[in-house]
């Protein structure tokens, strides 16, 4: 089974920057990014990206390079990513929002990284890095005596604009590399088929090291609207949903999460600037339509969502799915509808072959949006790029891991992971990346994470340990994990147990623990 995605003409070198230069040029006087009260035009983002670009070209970090990029969200970092892709290198993005300890685990699986621009308030986070740390305000006078335009560098469609770290099967986080057809591919489409335009203007709401976040700070830019962007570390749902009603903001991505938050936030509050958005473009979880319908069928609401899937492999966003035309009584699960242009869907058996119309498959993605692999990786990761014959011609495609089938309407429905890897508010998570930072600690001798279900069906993450010593305490544990783990990892419980239960097969038994939740939540609930 195959869903094909429209055909659509890219320019002969799509590439991302560019987009951004033809509306410097068409507009220089437009504001491009609004931060702390400050805000750039386009002409002042594009002089501040062009020196820096030419900072590193006189280092030599030109075509190829990595960049790291660890800043709080500020203009400095939209000039530091607008710079790298100028050079012809691709950013990495180190989200100050993770612990330090997790940050230097990233660090190391970065190769040939050419240096990483950081601020005072995020450079102690990355001083165990081999390469130069910069700050571009104190380089700020020498910036100045450069030439205000851009480095001649022929970038092409094959080259590595950014690569974002996921986590991989084998429990160590992979970086992933996109290229910039991919993304050109991803923010045309998005421009052309939903009529983005200069007033499209956006807020970013998710973390920096999110995929999701890469096409958030730059589809703005790339159609020529304004980039609102939050004085603020970590997501903060009062001061996003403030900046909501004094900006004319007219989009926003996030993950299905932080939509629920917001409208929480909306609902609590009586209010009415999420309902005036043009766009809402969500996922990267199992969406709870339930936690939307009463918002979404509020009188007045102009609001379109727009359910979307895709993985950070493959340039964030495969597939799209306005939710208006959703029916709850026609699926269990809500679709993430068609491909975007250039790319299409392959629901495939164990053998690569096309299942049939109506069975489910392991989802497949081939065209542009495919990315350049691992960074640095050998193992089996790599295999889930690979080739499939189509129509006689080889295409290069990513095997998602994800199962699905297409509905009769021709819409996509994502039915779970085929492996382990899970996706808890947003973030694709490997539970071996969270059992072996538990190993890690003092007192614990094996630890088990799964993933449960609250009342009102959210996904939560709950840990099994088998203390070496005394029982161990969740506020210690967490507190523990909260130095090495990214706060969306470390789980929402910890259980003590004797031992870890098996399978026949001698693997972890997560359905066992699924079952020993069950009933202790069963057990409160008779003792309430």
Request: hydrophobic content about 40%; charged content about 20%.
């Given at each position: 089974m195959i869903l094909q995605g429209k055909r659509v003409a890219l320019p002969p070198a799509p590439v991302v920057h560019k987009q951004f230069e033809a509306n410097v040029a068409a507009a220089p006087d437009a504001v491009a990014v609004v931060w702390a009260g400050r805000q750039v035009t386009y002409a002042e983002l594009d002089v501040r990206a062009n020196r820096f670009a030419r900072f590193l070209a006189a280092r030599g970090h030109g075509r190829g390079a990595k960049v790291g990029v660890c800043l709080d969200y500020s203009i400095d970092l939209l000039v530091a990513i607008l710079g790298t892709l100028k050079a012809g290198a691709a950013y990495v993005p180190f989200d100050p929002a993770y612990p330090a300890q997790r940050l230097q685990l990233l660090l190391g699986q970065v190769p040939d990284l050419a240096l990483i621009v950081a601020s005072p308030a995020t450079a102690?986070?990355?001083?165990?890095?081999s390469v130069d740390v910069i700050d571009l305000e104190q380089l700020s006078d020498e910036l100045a005596a450069l030439p205000a335009s851009a480095p001649e560098v022929a970038v092409t469609g094959d080259d590595v604009c950014y690569a974002v770290f996921t986590s991989g099967s084998t429990g160590t986080p992979k970086l992933t590399a996109v290229r910039h057809e991919g993304w050109f591919n991803l923010m045309n489409?998005?421009?052309?088929?939903?009529g983005l335009h200069s007033g499209s203007n956006n807020l970013v709401v998710s973390a920096f090291g999110f995929d999701l976040s890469q096409r958030a700070l730059m589809?703005?830019?790339?159609?020529?609207?304004?980039?609102?962007l939050l004085a603020s570390r970590n997501f903060d749902a009062m001061m996003a949903y403030r900046l909501l009603k004094e900006h004319d903001i007219r989009v926003v991505h996030c993950a299905s999460s932080t939509l629920y938050l917001l409208i929480d936030w909306e609902t609590a509050r009586g209010g009415d600037a999420l309902t005036k958005l043009d766009y809402v473009l969500f996922g990267g979880e199992a969406l709870k339509v339930e936690r939307l319908t009463n918002w979404a069928r509020r009188e007045g609401n102009t609001c379109t969502l727009l359910h979307?899937?895709?993985?950070a492999e493959c340039t964030d966003v495969a597939t799209s799915y306005d939710l208006a035309g959703y029916r709850p009584g026609e699926h269990e699960v809500a679709p993430v509808g068609r491909p975007a242009y250039n790319t299409d869907i392959h629901l495939l058996d164990e053998d690569l072959r096309e299942v049939g119309a109506g069975?489910?498959?392991?989802?497949c993605i081939s065209g542009a949006s495919v990315g350049a692999g691992y960074l640095g990786g050998s193992g089996p990761e790599n295999a889930k790029f690979t080739t499939l014959v189509v129509d006689g011609e080889p295409r290069r495609l990513y095997r998602t891991?994800?199962?699905g089938h297409v509905s009769e309407a021709g819409e996509l429905i994502v039915a779970g992971r085929m492996d382990a890897q899970v996706k808890v508010r947003g973030m694709r998570i490997d539970p071996t990346d969270i059992e072996r930072a538990l190993g890690r600690l003092s007192g614990v001798r094996e630890a088990a994470v799964v993933v449960t279900y609250t009342d009102a069906g959210e996904a939560e993450l709950t840990a099994f340990v088998v203390p070496s010593g005394n029982d161990l305490t969740e506020d210690d544990l967490r507190t523990r994990l909260l130095r090495t783990l990214p706060r969306n990892m470390v789980p929402a419980r910890f259980m003590n147990i004797l031992r870890i239960p098996l399978s026949p097969h001698g693997k972890v038994d997560r359905a066992a623990l699924v079952e020993t939740c069950r009933k202790q939540d069963a057990e409160i609930g008779t003792a309430a």
């Amino acid at each position: 089974m195959i869903l094909q995605g429209k055909r659509v003409a890219l320019p002969p070198a799509p590439v991302v920057h560019k987009q951004f230069e033809a509306n410097v040029a068409a507009a220089p006087d437009a504001v491009a990014v609004v931060w702390a009260g400050r805000q750039v035009t386009y002409a002042e983002l594009d002089v501040r990206a062009n020196r820096f670009a030419r900072f590193l070209a006189a280092r030599g970090h030109g075509r190829g390079a990595k960049v790291g990029v660890c800043l709080d969200y500020s203009i400095d970092l939209l000039v530091a990513i607008l710079g790298t892709l100028k050079a012809g290198a691709a950013y990495v993005p180190f989200d100050p929002a993770y612990p330090a300890q997790r940050l230097q685990l990233l660090l190391g699986q970065v190769p040939d990284l050419a240096l990483i621009v950081a601020s005072p308030a995020t450079a102690g986070m990355v001083e165990s890095a081999s390469v130069d740390v910069i700050d571009l305000e104190q380089l700020s006078d020498e910036l100045a005596a450069l030439p205000a335009s851009a480095p001649e560098v022929a970038v092409t469609g094959d080259d590595v604009c950014y690569a974002v770290f996921t986590s991989g099967s084998t429990g160590t986080p992979k970086l992933t590399a996109v290229r910039h057809e991919g993304w050109f591919n991803l923010m045309n489409w998005l421009t052309l088929e939903y009529g983005l335009h200069s007033g499209s203007n956006n807020l970013v709401v998710s973390a920096f090291g999110f995929d999701l976040s890469q096409r958030a700070l730059m589809t703005p830019l790339f159609c020529g609207a304004t980039q609102h962007l939050l004085a603020s570390r970590n997501f903060d749902a009062m001061m996003a949903y403030r900046l909501l009603k004094e900006h004319d903001i007219r989009v926003v991505h996030c993950a299905s999460s932080t939509l629920y938050l917001l409208i929480d936030w909306e609902t609590a509050r009586g209010g009415d600037a999420l309902t005036k958005l043009d766009y809402v473009l969500f996922g990267g979880e199992a969406l709870k339509v339930e936690r939307l319908t009463n918002w979404a069928r509020r009188e007045g609401n102009t609001c379109t969502l727009l359910h979307q899937y895709g993985v950070a492999e493959c340039t964030d966003v495969a597939t799209s799915y306005d939710l208006a035309g959703y029916r709850p009584g026609e699926h269990e699960v809500a679709p993430v509808g068609r491909p975007a242009y250039n790319t299409d869907i392959h629901l495939l058996d164990e053998d690569l072959r096309e299942v049939g119309a109506g069975e489910s498959g392991e989802i497949c993605i081939s065209g542009a949006s495919v990315g350049a692999g691992y960074l640095g990786g050998s193992g089996p990761e790599n295999a889930k790029f690979t080739t499939l014959v189509v129509d006689g011609e080889p295409r290069r495609l990513y095997r998602t891991g994800d199962r699905g089938h297409v509905s009769e309407a021709g819409e996509l429905i994502v039915a779970g992971r085929m492996d382990a890897q899970v996706k808890v508010r947003g973030m694709r998570i490997d539970p071996t990346d969270i059992e072996r930072a538990l190993g890690r600690l003092s007192g614990v001798r094996e630890a088990a994470v799964v993933v449960t279900y609250t009342d009102a069906g959210e996904a939560e993450l709950t840990a099994f340990v088998v203390p070496s010593g005394n029982d161990l305490t969740e506020d210690d544990l967490r507190t523990r994990l909260l130095r090495t783990l990214p706060r969306n990892m470390v789980p929402a419980r910890f259980m003590n147990i004797l031992r870890i239960p098996l399978s026949p097969h001698g693997k972890v038994d997560r359905a066992a623990l699924v079952e020993t939740c069950r009933k202790q939540d069963a057990e409160i609930g008779t003792a309430a």
